[in-house]
């Protein structure tokens, strides 16, 4: 008895696999499904890229419990996770309903997606703008360059625009310091900073800062 219940129970869900597997072959449904993907992926990559970050972050740079260092993690996983994803489902939503792909359309439908779900002014969302303004830069750069907006470099202009970052950064981080980024103000004080502190061959080598107990 048991087992013909069990057998049943296969048979059901073979049949709606094969069921939900033709649905995923009509075309009429494939700028909807597509929508629905997106979603998925955007939540999927959001959470590989944060979790690793958050984690090194976290244990690097944060104080507190374990319990509180973990929460911290989940949280902003969680919240890059759910902001790609809805950026995703909304972009690519409104791409669908406007029936047409053009470089317009493109263009505003993610800055409705951008100001609807990463408007709000906080640490994740932060370093998610800071990080696709530097790729922008570069991409518009180099799309001048191949429009014919400005001459091609005889020589390669990074090793100017290397120094020219450093340059400015260490500036703003020794005399303007609240102008940068908490991370990255966190970052450049355990490097610059934190190097020229120490007691003993215990927070020279082996770790950053003296403990308590010392």
């Not at 005399?175 to 004080?189: A, K, N, V």
Request: aromatic share 12%; proline share 4%.
């Amino acid at each position: 008895m048991a087992g013909g219940a069990m057998a049943g129970g296969g048979d059901a869900l073979r049949a709606l696999l094969r069921a939900a597997n033709a649905l995923l072959r009509q075309r009429r449904y494939r700028a909807a499904l597509a929508v629905i993907k997106g979603f998925r992926n955007g939540a999927v990559y959001g959470a590989k890229i944060r979790a690793p970050h958050a984690l090194v972050m976290t244990f690097l740079f944060k104080s507190g419990s374990l319990r509180e260092k973990l929460k911290s993690i989940a949280q902003a996983t969680y919240a890059h996770s759910r902001n790609l994803a809805y950026f995703v489902f909304t972009y690519k939503g409104l791409l669908a309903a406007q029936g047409k792909k053009t470089p317009f359309h493109s263009f505003l439908a993610a800055c409705i997606g951008g100001w609807l779900v990463f408007g709000d002014n906080n640490p994740v969302n932060s370093q998610i703008i800071m990080y696709l303004l530097s790729r922008i830069l570069f991409g518009l750069a180099r799309l001048a360059v191949d429009k014919g907006y400005i001459p091609q470099p005889r020589q390669d202009p990074f090793p100017l625009l290397a120094a020219l970052v450093w340059g400015t950064v260490l500036w703003l981080f020794e005399y303007h310091r609240e102008t940068l980024q908490p991370s990255l103000q966190s970052s450049m004080t355990y490097l610059y900073e934190d190097s020229e502190v120490w007691h003993d061959v215990s927070d020279f080598l082996i770790y950053n800062k003296r403990t308590e107990s010392k």
